[in-house]
């Protein structure tokens, strides 16, 4: 597609439970960025794939996040045993080689945790 | 990565020119500037970057002084869709990811 892909849009769910998050990044784009931004907040950086090489999880906060990248393509972050503060937009970032200035991002899932 | 430094938010009238700056005192000879802004429920998006030279693109101008301790983004004609917060960022061009700070919140009135 043209842009970054992110699905779903919003999801709701309870606490304790587990939830998918996915991303489709631009065809070509080696690199991919996972962010979560809480309300008012800035932007905190999760987790980063570059090619086929070993992902950069230190921005991960806890055991309970996870993130896979399957053929160098689609990304899906998955948060095992949501708590209420988990709930916040999650951006999905993709760029060429990770250059600095090729930063196009999705338009993020608003994950909510009640 | 160096920091950056950016007022937390500023105001501009419609249609006059927003000045956007940005403190970058510890920057490295490979590191660059780069601009992104974030609208409202939207993710980020780039505006511009430069090295040492000025910048200009369709969408603003970058000026970048002689020693590049410091930036300032340019809007010459600032419109309200222009309403959003500002990230200067420095960094390699081959680095690792992009480290979002604060930004300036730019709020253009009518």
């Known amino acids: 597609g043209a842009g970054v892909s992110q699905s779903p849009s919003n999801k709701v769910t309870e606490k304790g439970k587990d939830v998918e998050l996915r991303c489709d990044p631009i065809s070509g784009h080696t690199a991919l960025y996972w962010y979560r931004q809480s309300l008012g907040q800035g932007l905190e950086f999760l987790i980063y794939?570059?090619?086929?090489?070993?992902?950069?999880k230190s921005g991960l906060p806890s055991d309970r996040f996870s993130a896979e990248r399957t053929g160098g393509s689609v990304s899906t972050l998955t948060i095992q045993r949501t708590q209420q503060e988990d709930s916040a937009v999650y951006l999905c970032?993709?760029?060429?080689?990770?250059?600095?200035?090729?930063?196009?991002f999705g338009s993020g899932t608003r994950l909510t945790v009640v | 990565d160096a920091k950056t430094t950016q007022p937390t938010s500023m105001d501009c009238a419609e249609g006059r020119a927003a000045n956007l700056p940005c403190n970058h005192s510890t920057i490295s000879g490979n590191e660059y500037v780069y601009w992104y802004r974030q609208i409202h429920s939207q993710g980020p998006q780039y505006i511009i970057h430069g090295l040492k030279n000025n910048e200009t693109n369709e969408m603003a101008s970058l000026i970048i002084t002689e020693d590049r301790k410091s930036s300032t983004l340019i809007l010459p004609h600032a419109t309200l869709r222009d309403t959003a917060v500002y990230y200067c960022?420095?960094?390699?061009?081959?680095?690792?990811?992009?480290?979002f700070g604060g930004g300036t919140r730019l709020m253009v009135k009518p």
């Open positions: 970032a993709s760029s060429l080689h990770g250059i600095g200035y090729g930063y196009t």
């Open positions: 794939f570059q090619g086929n090489s070993a992902p950069d």
């Open positions: 960022i420095v960094r390699d061009n081959a680095g690792n990811m992009l480290t």
